[in-house]
């Protein structure tokens, strides 16, 4: 839903706030589980960092420039796959680094990094 607002919703009046709130008039001042309004009557998500919308806004705002089709779940599940993926990769590498520079070999170093990346990719 967030993902949806952000893409009609004007960016001046989300602020790249967690919105569950569409663009519609009827939406506004309506509210909605852990919601917190702001005054366009726009309710924001406060449970959950925005961080964690800005790419998945990204690519449906692209997606949508450029099909013209809304976002759908099969993107937003695809753009969430890609963002694990792209993170235990990185947690991987740091996690060698990490135990290289603690004076563990290589070997160990890898399955240090492989069990760090299946413990972030397997725990959700």
Same mark, same amino acid.
């Given at each position: 839903?967030t993902?949806?607002a952000?893409?009609?919703?004007?960016?001046?009046?989300?602020?790249?706030?967690?919105?569950?709130?569409l663009?519609n008039?009827?939406?506004?001042?309506?509210?909605?589980?852990?919601t917190?309004?702001?005054?366009?009557g726009?309710?924001?998500? #406060? %449970?959950?960092?925005? *961080?964690?919308?800005?790419?998945? !806004?990204?690519?449906?705002r692209t997606q949508?420039? /450029?099909?013209?089709?809304?976002?759908?779940?099969?993107s937003?599940?695809?753009s969430?796959?890609?963002?694990?993926?792209?993170a235990?990769?990185?947690?991987?590498?740091?996690?060698?680094?990490?135990?290289? #520079? %603690?004076g563990?070999? *290589?070997?160990?170093?890898?399955? !240090?990094?492989?069990?760090?990346?299946?413990?972030? /990719?397997?725990?959700?």
């Open positions: 839903m993902v949806t952000w893409t009609e919703v004007p960016l001046a009046e989300s602020r790249l706030l967690p919105l569950v709130t663009a008039p009827r939406d506004k001042h309506t509210a909605w589980g852990a917190v309004p702001n005054k366009y726009d309710y924001i998500y #406060a %449970s959950f960092p925005p *961080a964690g919308f800005f790419v998945p !806004a990204l690519l449906a949508l420039q /450029l099909t013209g089709l809304p976002p759908t779940l099969a937003m599940v695809a969430n796959c890609m963002l694990g993926l792209i235990a990769l990185l947690l991987s590498r740091l996690t060698c680094r990490v135990a290289i #520079a %603690s563990v070999d *290589a070997t160990g170093a890898a399955i !240090a990094g492989t069990l760090a990346a299946s413990v972030l /990719l397997f725990s959700r």
